[in-house]
């Protein structure tokens, strides 16, 4: 060989190695190999699938696979956390999945899978339910609602998305509290709520924020509480929570990111700091923001801890149901 | 008003119209296959969508969205197997026509149909961009219930040969809707124990089955499936489309008035519009007051103008709700609000005031999304009528594997894939049986509708029955059935012996 | 027509069996309860409409008023039902294997079974067009939708 082409192949030699080397970050090696799924056991367009989109919008720039969100319904939930609990535990199968997580064993019996499946990567976003109504109902606070509930006990229709859900349960943590008893109507999500609030075919509706906050600023519904202290940038307004007007239970609705409980360790880190870096990025923090929910980050250990707390505060209230 | 003449801008502008047209035409091929629908279409192209500016983006998901509606009449009319559940309808009279050499004739006239239904219904709707949404939530529960249970008897009486063996499988088709986990008490019911039915019967894959494997099951047995097809009359020219359709006017002007209507009404939607519209049909040459030189099942033109125009008239009735409530009427128009808010767009009463340049772009794009697909539409008709050249049976075989991995992509289970192919045995049955398999597909479609509705009504009213006659919709449905029962009853006096029942 | 009617009655008698069935596999849902309907009630609102039309048309049939037609008959002898019933067994067999024998295969083989049934000869036309087919689905849902392996 000749000394020139010797030299552009030790030229070559080198900086290929400088790149691997300068593009070996904290990520366990190789990871990830291939492109990253994340199941979603709701159907496209609905609360979780926005969040988890949002998320890794900009995931480009942390990894250099994509990450592609998979949509298995069905079952309440159970087909796509299912699929994503008997899935390779390499890391490159996960799961998105909110409250739901806890709920779901507390109505069901028998369920194939649950919580104990899975090892949580991190918790990214809170959202509460709020207690919005009609202004010519001439509420202004969750009191003047009890008061009038008070006055005419299971006639007051209050809408939820669904039953058995965190913001059913909110609406029970009301009527524990006030000792009151409303009539709750379940709407197949937080859109047809709030369209049965707007067509005045409910008193008041619980959907998770932000559903509703459109009509709340164009001044068609009035904000009376919310389940748990969120941030809402764009709500003109103070926002009171359960724990501000003395009610002592707290629901709030989390996302979260799961990955099958026999994902090794080493790769579960790599995992907990590609998603951290993405839920601590501004770009995230924005989207959040203007959507309408709080951008949170806990990892691992500190997930578990917090997803624990709010499964026993949701078994508390589950009681009170039947 | 300002805001709507620069949209228009906006939207003609050469890169935005060209996003547009590719939108249509991949919506025409999506439509087309039997397999894939518009929101799995919509849902896998978001991320693509991203890159992009808002407007622009909506402008491939818009494009989409209409194109599937046009495109799956091109399978109707050519294989008997509907590329979208909505365009079930067209192929009762659109198949037979293409059996006489008559397929140009019947594309054409599908996809002018669904150019004037689509535009008509975005003309009237346009104005009312703000009334429409108050309406629209107006509706009550009891109200959807009624609705629901009107589409249905009305499709059992109508279409299918035998009224009460149409009732018996709209009743069943409600019997398999309410398997799975029940919205309202959450308890899973008739799951004998497995957990796949938790989710109920996957709607997609059980229309799939009914209607595309079944139509093969049944055509296997037909020996002359491997000879040549019959040679088809591809010469037909847009004038001549333009003067069938201007016949049909007024049969259009009903067809749209259907779709936009239906299309408001979140649930129901455009697999029920095409349909009605083709009972619609099938009334007026029964009672004569339609002159056709055929009978129904004979291959009546009628019978494919109306379904198209309905259906794609209903992309006007549902986007609007979406657009001023945030209240999606369909699958994909969840998608296209999901994929809003992923833009950081919040679609609601103050959608059109903080972001009119999206709201009115996307307003505008769903109106001329129907010049794009009509354009891309007729571009493709001539290579699809030449598809017919080639041998039913390798069209078939195909069919058969689209239906059957399309099963299974609408929710990456296996389990979906098998309830394709169970329902086209059950299909294949009753076709032989002469049991109506649109009134089962509508009453698995309309199930949970008219359940929800009908208990939640009822949870509202505290076991009041009386709602269903005080709220007006209500009451004009239950009379419309009644007649509809009546009607039937009438016929069955007048008749003693050979009756057709 | 004494086979045809024989036939209606014998669907109809399923129908009714169906219908009992869904009675009993609700049994245990609570009655009516001050505005909440029980989760029973629906299904067996729907199966008991679906008996109550199996009875009439029954009662129709008997009384003369209805007569089966010639159209409307599973006719079970062997010509008809063998294409079918080979093609349903095709399909099962693709529905069961798919996902443990890669798509392409998989593919090629239910076409050529399928096209084979279907009658399409020469052979070498079968296999060609068989071919050509796999090809364009397998890039369809493998490449392009990335669905299937």
Same mark, same amino acid.
């Given at each position: 060989?000749?000394?020139?082409?010797?030299?552009?192949?030790?030229?070559?030699?080198?900086?290929?190695?400088?790149?691997?080397?300068?593009?070996?970050?904290?990520?366990?090696?190789?990871?990830?190999?291939?492109?990253?799924?994340?199941?979603?056991?709701?159907?496209?367009?609905?609360?979780?699938?926005?969040?988890?989109?949002?998320?890794?919008?900009?995931?480009?720039?942390?990894?250099?696979?994509?990450?592609?969100?998979?949509?298995?319904?069905?079952?309440?939930?159970?087909?796509?956390?299912?699929?994503?609990?008997?899935?390779?535990?390499?890391?490159?199968?996960?799961?998105?999945? +909110?409250?739901?997580?806890?709920?779901?064993?507390?109505?069901?019996?028998?369920?194939?899978?649950?919580?104990?499946?899975?090892?949580?990567?991190?918790?990214?976003?809170?959202?509460?339910?709020?207690?919005?109504?009609?202004?010519?109902?001439?509420?202004?606070?969750?009191?003047?609602?009890?008061?009038?509930?008070?006055?005419?006990?299971?006639?007051?229709?209050?809408?939820?998305?669904?039953?058995?859900?965190?913001?059913?349960?909110?609406?029970?943590?009301?009527?524990?509290?006030?000792?009151?008893?409303?009539?709750?109507?379940?709407?197949?999500?937080?859109?047809?709520?709030?369209?049965?609030?707007?067509?005045?075919?409910?008193?008041?509706?619980?959907?998770?924020?932000?559903?509703?906050?459109?009509?709340?600023?164009?001044?068609?519904?009035?904000?009376?509480?919310?389940?748990?202290?969120?941030?809402?940038?764009?709500?003109?307004?103070?926002?009171?929570?359960?724990? +501000?007007?003395?009610?002592?239970? +707290?629901?709030?609705?989390?996302?979260?990111?799961?990955?099958?409980?026999?994902?090794? +360790?080493?790769?579960?880190?790599?995992?907990?700091?590609?998603?951290?870096?993405?839920?601590?990025?501004?770009?995230?923090?924005?989207?959040?923001?203007?959507?309408?929910?709080?951008?949170?980050?806990?990892?691992?250990?500190?997930?578990?801890?917090?997803?624990?707390?709010?499964?026993?505060?949701?078994?508390?209230?589950?009681?009170?149901?039947? | 008003?300002?805001?709507?003449?620069?949209?228009?801008?906006?939207?003609?502008?050469?890169?935005?119209?060209?996003?547009?047209?590719?939108?249509?035409?991949?919506?025409?091929?999506?439509?087309?296959?039997?397999?894939?629908?518009?929101?799995?279409?919509?849902? /896998?192209?978001?991320?693509?969508?991203?890159?992009?500016?808002?407007?622009?983006?909506?402008?491939?998901?818009?494009?989409?969205?209409?194109?599937?509606?046009?495109?799956?009449?091109?399978?109707?009319?050519?294989?008997?197997?509907?590329?979208?559940?909505?365009?079930?309808?067209?192929?009762?009279?659109?198949?037979?026509?293409?059996?006489?050499?008559?397929?140009?004739?019947?594309?054409?006239?599908?996809?002018?149909?669904?150019?004037?239904?689509?535009?008509?219904?975005?003309?009237?709707?346009?104005?009312?961009?703000?009334?429409?949404?108050?309406?629209?939530?107006?509706?009550?529960?009891?109200?959807?219930?009624?609705?629901?249970?009107?589409?249905?008897?009305?499709?059992?009486?109508?279409?299918?040969?035998?009224?009460?063996?149409?009732?018996?499988?709209?009743?069943?088709?409600?019997?398999?809707?309410? /398997?799975?986990?029940?919205?309202?008490?959450?308890?899973?019911?008739?799951?004998?124990?497995?957990?796949?039915?938790?989710?109920?019967?996957?709607?997609?894959?059980?229309?799939?089955?009914?209607?595309?494997?079944?139509?093969?099951?049944?055509?296997?047995?037909?020996?002359? /499936?491997?000879?040549?097809?019959?040679?088809?009359?591809?010469?037909?020219?847009?004038?001549?489309?333009?003067?069938?359709?201007?016949?049909?006017?007024?049969?259009?002007?009903?067809?749209?008035?259907?779709?936009?209507?239906?299309?408001?009404?979140?649930?129901?939607?455009?697999?029920?519009?095409?349909?009605?519209?083709?009972?619609?049909?099938?009334?007026?040459?029964?009672?004569?007051?339609?002159?056709?030189?055929?009978?129904?099942?004979?291959?009546?033109?009628?019978?494919?103008?109306?379904?198209?125009?309905?259906?794609?008239?209903?992309?006007?009735?549902?986007?609007?709700?979406?657009?001023?409530?945030? /209240?999606?009427?369909?699958?994909?128009?969840?998608?296209?609000?999901?994929?809003?808010?992923?833009?950081?767009?919040?679609?609601?009463?103050?959608?059109?005031?903080?972001?009119?340049?999206?709201?009115?772009?996307?307003?505008?794009?769903?109106?001329?999304?129907?010049?794009?697909?009509?354009?891309?539409?007729?571009?493709?008709?001539?290579?699809?009528?030449?598809?017919?050249?080639?041998?039913?049976?390798?069209?078939?075989?195909?069919?058969?594997?689209?239906?059957?991995?399309?099963?299974?992509?609408?929710?990456?289970?296996?389990?979906?894939?098998?309830?394709?192919?169970?329902?086209?045995?059950?299909?294949?049955?009753?076709?032989?049986?002469?049991?109506?398999?649109?009134?089962?597909?509508?009453?698995?479609?309309?199930?949970?509708?008219?359940?929800?509705?009908?208990?939640?009504?009822?949870?509202?009213?505290?076991?009041?029955?009386?709602?269903?006659?005080?709220?007006?919709?209500?009451?004009?449905?239950?009379?419309?059935?009644?007649?509809?029962?009546?009607?039937?009853?009438?016929?069955?006096?007048?008749?003693?012996?050979?009756?057709?029942? | 027509?004494?086979?045809?009617?024989?036939?209606?009655?014998?669907?109809?008698?399923?129908?009714?069996?169906?219908?009992?069935?869904?009675?009993?596999?609700?049994?245990?849902?609570?009655?009516?309860?001050?505005?909440?309907?029980?989760?029973?009630?629906?299904?067996?609102? =729907?199966?008991?409409?679906?008996?109550?039309?199996?009875?009439?048309?029954?009662?129709?049939?008997?009384?003369?008023?209805?007569?089966?037609?010639?159209?409307?008959?599973?006719?079970?002898?062997?010509?008809?039902?063998?294409?079918?019933?080979?093609?349903? =067994?095709?399909?099962?067999?693709?529905?069961?294997?798919?996902?443990?024998?890669?798509? &392409?295969?998989?593919?090629?083989?239910?076409?050529?079974?399928? &096209?084979?049934?279907?009658?399409?000869?020469?052979?070498?036309?079968?296999?060609?067009?068989?071919?050509?087919?796999?090809?364009?689905?397998?890039?369809?849902?493998?490449?392009?939708?990335?669905?299937?392996?």
């Amino acid at each position: 060989m000749s000394i020139r082409k010797t030299a552009i192949n030790g030229l070559v030699a080198t900086m290929l190695t400088s790149f691997a080397v300068a593009s070996a970050p904290a990520l366990a090696q190789d990871f990830p190999s291939e492109p990253i799924r994340i199941i979603n056991a709701f159907k496209p367009g609905g609360a979780t699938d926005t969040a988890i989109r949002g998320l890794t919008k900009n995931s480009d720039s942390v990894i250099n696979q994509p990450i592609v969100i998979e949509s298995v319904t069905g079952g309440g939930g159970v087909n796509g956390i299912l699929k994503a609990a008997q899935a390779k535990p390499d890391g490159h199968t996960l799961l998105v999945a +909110d409250t739901v997580m806890t709920t779901l064993p507390l109505f069901q019996e028998n369920l194939p899978v649950g919580m104990s499946d899975f090892k949580p990567v991190g918790v990214f976003n809170l959202r509460g339910a709020w207690l919005l109504t009609r202004p010519s109902k001439g509420w202004t606070s969750v009191a003047d609602f009890a008061e009038a509930a008070k006055a005419a006990p299971g006639a007051l229709t209050v809408g939820v998305p669904s039953l058995s859900s965190p913001q059913h349960l909110a609406v029970i943590a009301i009527e524990d509290a006030y000792g009151i008893d409303v009539n709750i109507v379940p709407y197949g999500g937080g859109a047809p709520t709030m369209g049965a609030l707007l067509g005045d075919q409910i008193d008041a509706a619980m959907p998770g924020a932000p559903a509703g906050l459109d009509s709340v600023s164009a001044g068609d519904a009035v904000f009376l509480v919310a389940s748990t202290d969120i941030e809402l940038d764009k709500f003109d307004g103070e926002i009171t929570s359960f724990t +501000d007007v003395g009610i002592k239970h +707290d629901v709030g609705i989390w996302t979260a990111i799961w990955a099958p409980k026999d994902t090794p +360790d080493d790769i579960m880190q790599s995992l907990v700091s590609i998603f951290g870096t993405m839920a601590e990025s501004t770009a995230w923090n924005e989207f959040a923001r203007g959507y309408g929910v709080t951008p949170i980050w806990k990892p691992a250990d500190e997930a578990s801890t917090y997803i624990g707390t709010s499964a026993d505060s949701m078994e508390k209230l589950a009681k009170l149901v039947k | 008003m300002e805001h709507l003449l620069s949209a228009f801008g906006n939207v003609l502008y050469p890169t935005n119209l060209a996003l547009l047209f590719a939108g249509s035409t991949l919506g025409l091929l999506v439509g087309v296959l039997p397999g894939l629908s518009s929101p799995m279409a919509l849902a /896998i192209l978001i991320p693509v969508a991203f890159g992009m500016e808002p407007v622009s983006a909506f402008m491939i998901l818009i494009g989409i969205y209409v194109g599937t509606k046009t495109g799956g009449a091109f399978s109707a009319i050519m294989m008997r197997t509907p590329g979208t559940p909505a365009a079930a309808a067209t192929a009762m009279e659109g198949y037979p026509m293409a059996q006489r050499g008559e397929a140009g004739r019947a594309l054409s006239l599908a996809i002018g149909a669904s150019f004037v239904g689509g535009t008509l219904s975005w003309l009237v709707a346009i104005p009312l961009v703000g009334v429409i949404g108050l309406y629209a939530v107006r509706i009550s529960s009891a109200d959807l219930a009624m609705i629901g249970i009107l589409a249905l008897a009305a499709v059992s009486s109508l279409s299918g040969q035998d009224f009460l063996k149409g009732l018996m499988a709209a009743a069943l088709g409600l019997v398999l809707s309410t /398997i799975g986990l029940d919205e309202l008490s959450g308890t899973p019911r008739l799951t004998m124990g497995s957990y796949h039915l938790l989710g109920g019967i996957p709607f997609l894959p059980a229309i799939i089955g009914l209607f595309a494997v079944a139509t093969v099951l049944v055509d296997a047995s037909d020996g002359s /499936i491997a000879k040549p097809p019959k040679v088809q009359n591809t010469g037909y020219t847009v004038l001549q489309v333009a003067k069938e359709l201007w016949v049909m006017r007024k049969i259009l002007a009903v067809a749209t008035t259907i779709g936009s209507l239906l299309g408001v009404v979140p649930g129901v939607g455009s697999d029920t519009a095409g349909w009605l519209s083709f009972a619609y049909v099938k009334k007026l040459i029964a009672s004569g007051r339609l002159k056709s030189d055929r009978k129904i099942g004979e291959g009546v033109p009628h019978g494919v103008a109306a379904p198209e125009a309905a259906n794609n008239a209903v992309t006007g009735g549902a986007t609007i709700p979406m657009l001023t409530l945030g /209240i999606p009427g369909d699958g994909s128009t969840a998608i296209m609000l999901g994929a809003l808010m992923l833009f950081g767009l919040q679609p609601g009463p103050l959608f059109f005031r903080e972001s009119p340049d999206v709201a009115y772009g996307i307003l505008v794009a769903l109106g001329i999304a129907n010049f794009t697909t009509l354009l891309a539409a007729l571009m493709f008709t001539r290579p699809f009528v030449s598809i017919l050249k080639v041998d039913r049976a390798i069209l078939l075989g195909s069919v058969l594997v689209l239906a059957l991995v399309g099963g299974y992509a609408s929710s990456n289970t296996g389990y979906a894939m098998l309830i394709a192919l169970l329902f086209g045995f059950l299909g294949f049955f009753m076709h032989h049986l002469g049991y109506s398999i649109p009134a089962l597909a509508l009453g698995l479609i309309l199930g949970p509708v008219i359940e929800s509705n009908f208990r939640r009504a009822l949870l509202i009213t505290r076991g009041d029955f009386w709602v269903f006659l005080t709220s007006p919709i209500s009451l004009v449905c239950i009379i419309l059935i009644l007649a509809i029962g009546g009607k039937f009853c009438v016929d069955l006096l007048k008749k003693r012996k050979f009756q057709r029942l | 027509m004494k086979a045809g009617l024989r036939q209606e009655f014998s669907v109809l008698l399923i129908i009714l069996a169906v219908a009992s069935l869904v009675f009993w596999e609700t049994r245990h849902y609570g009655e009516f309860t001050g505005g909440q309907i029980s989760p029973g009630s629906f299904p067996r609102l =729907a199966a008991g409409m679906m008996g109550v039309f199996a009875v009439l048309r029954a009662s129709l049939l008997i009384a003369g008023m209805a007569r089966p037609r010639v159209e409307e008959r599973l006719p079970f002898s062997r010509d008809v039902l063998a294409r079918p019933v080979a093609v349903a =067994a095709a399909m099962s067999a693709f529905v069961f294997l798919f996902g443990t024998i890669p798509f &392409f295969l998989l593919t090629l083989l239910f076409l050529i079974v399928v &096209f084979f049934i279907f009658g399409v000869r020469p052979l070498t036309r079968l296999f060609l067009r068989a071919g050509l087919v796999t090809a364009v689905l397998y890039v369809l849902f493998s490449q392009i939708l990335h669905i299937a392996a």
